[in-house]
């Protein structure tokens, strides 16, 4: 006899794992940097783009902001509606600790309107601290504008003195540094 209820149990079983992000390998991991998208041209050790976006409160929040009081973790995604990323922003919550200890920011950048950041605010909370980059313009400055509406996902650590020390661009949407793996290169490289 068909059991209705578990069907739909398995249905979403096989839906969340199948839009959980995976880590990056260990290769990518431990290198200066990784990315398979052609437009990044910026290196490890050379200043990062400064730029303004506007917070989940609607003010305009620039990187120098950022930088005065902590080193950036840029964590750039294409948007809430998107599984991965929201898979991918949940594995930091049990770093979030540790990543006050070694002075880092996290900051999820996407092209989501602000009343839409201000909704994923409410679901992370105020330890993350979420930018409106709704034309691409900093997701270009950096090198990861997809198309003319999503960015590929990346991940930037900044040093306070505004150098790039690491980061993680691919175009693989389901591939991408987890919280636990980006622990493990802020101790290496910050």
Excluded at 35 to 54: T, Y
Excluded at 76 to 90: M, T
Aim: charged fraction near 20%; aromatic fraction near 8%; glycine fraction near 4%.
């Amino acid at each position: 006899m068909f059991n209705f209820k578990h069907a739909i149990v398995t249905t979403l079983m096989i839906f969340i794992t199948a839009c959980s992000s995976s880590g990056i390998n260990k290769e990518q991991l431990l290198s200066a940097s990784y990315s398979d998208v052609e437009a990044v041209n910026l290196k490890v050790g050379q200043q990062a783009p400064n730029f303004s976006l506007n917070n989940s409160a609607n003010e305009k929040v620039s990187l120098t902001q950022i930088l005065d009081k902590k080193h950036a973790m840029l964590v750039f995604y294409r948007g809430e509606w998107c599984p991965y990323c929201i898979s991918n922003l949940e594995s930091f919550e049990s770093v979030l600790p540790e990543l006050a200890k070694h002075n880092v920011q996290l900051v999820g950048i996407s092209p989501d309107a602000v009343s839409t950041n201000k909704n994923t605010q409410r679901s992370f909370g105020q330890d993350y601290l979420f930018l409106s980059d709704s034309d691409l313009t900093v997701s270009q400055l950096f090198g990861i504008k997809r198309d003319e509406k999503i960015p590929h996902p990346a991940v930037f650590l900044i040093k306070q003195d505004g150098s790039i020390a690491w980061y993680h661009a691919s175009k693989n949407i389901k591939v991408r540094p987890s919280g636990e793996q980006m622990l493990e290169v802020i101790k290496a490289k910050l």
